[in-house]
C-alpha cells in the first residue's frame, strides 16, 4: 500500500508528513487518552499550587526577617551612637538673656552640658551650663545656665533650649530638647 493509502486507514490524524501527535478517532480510545490526561494536567495544577504557597511562605517569611533585622539594627544604633538623655527645664527668658537648669542623666553630675537656644525657631546664643549646682537643687545634680542673646523686637517671642549630644565616637551630634518651649513679650 501507499503511504497515503495507510494514513487513510487508521483512526488516528496526523500531519502530512506522518510526524507529531496521534489523536484517535474513536469514541473509546479519546476518552481513556482524554482522562489521563486530565489526571495529568490536574497533578500538574496542584503541584503548581503547592509551588506557589511554599514560594509565598518563603518571602513572607523573609520579609518578617528583613524587619527584624532592620529594627534591631536601628535600636542597636541608637543604643551605641547616643548618650543619655538630659533632663532639665527654660525657667526664665527675657529680650536679652534666658535661664534654667540642665541634668545629664548619663554623665558626671559635675560636667557642664553644651547647649543652644533658639528663639522664634531661629539660632539665638550657644554656651554650656555652670559647673556648678542650679539654686535651690545641690543634691540632683541640676546644672543652670544663663544665655544671652542680641535684642529682640518688641512683641510676643518663643524660646526653647536644647542639650547638645555628641555620640560616643565624637561623629554626631543632636540635640535634645530640655523641657517645653517658654513664651515671653518684649515691650
Keep these: 500500500m501507499s503511504d497515503a493509502a495507510s494514513r487513510e486507514q487508521t483512526d488516528t490524524e496526523t500531519d502530512a508528513g506522518g510526524h507529531g501527535l496521534r489523536v484517535p478517532f474513536s469514541?473509546?480510545?479519546?476518552?481513556?487518552?482524554?482522562?489521563?490526561?486530565?489526571?495529568?494536567?490536574?497533578?500538574?495544577?496542584?503541584?503548581?499550587?503547592?509551588?506557589?504557597?511554599?514560594?509565598?511562605?518563603?518571602?513572607?517569611?523573609?520579609?518578617?526577617?528583613?524587619?527584624?533585622?532592620?529594627?534591631a539594627l536601628a535600636v542597636y544604633t541608637q543604643a551605641v551612637s547616643l548618650r543619655a538623655d538630659f533632663e532639665g527645664a527654660l525657667e526664665y527668658a527675657d529680650g536679652r538673656a534666658a535661664r534654667g537648669w540642665v541634668r545629664d542623666s548619663g554623665g558626671s553630675t559635675s560636667d557642664s552640658v553644651e547647649l543652644q537656644l533658639y528663639v522664634d525657631g531661629r539660632f539665638a546664643a550657644a554656651g554650656r551650663s555652670a559647673s556648678r549646682h542650679a539654686p535651690g537643687a545641690a543634691t540632683d545634680g541640676r546644672l543652670g545656665f544663663e544665655l544671652s542673646f542680641g535684642p529682640l523686637p518688641p512683641g510676643e517671642h518663643e524660646a526653647r533650649v536644647y542639650a547638645v549630644s555628641a555620640s560616643r565616637g565624637g561623629t554626631r551630634r543632636t540635640l535634645r530638647q530640655l523641657g517645653g518651649p517658654l513664651r515671653f513679650v518684649v515691650q
Design 27 to 71: 469514541e473509546d480510545d479519546s476518552s481513556s487518552a482524554h482522562d489521563s490526561s486530565h489526571a495529568h494536567a490536574n497533578s500538574s495544577a496542584r503541584r503548581a499550587t503547592a509551588a506557589r504557597k511554599t514560594l509565598v511562605a518563603a518571602i513572607t517569611i523573609k520579609l518578617a526577617l528583613d524587619l527584624l533585622f532592620v529594627c
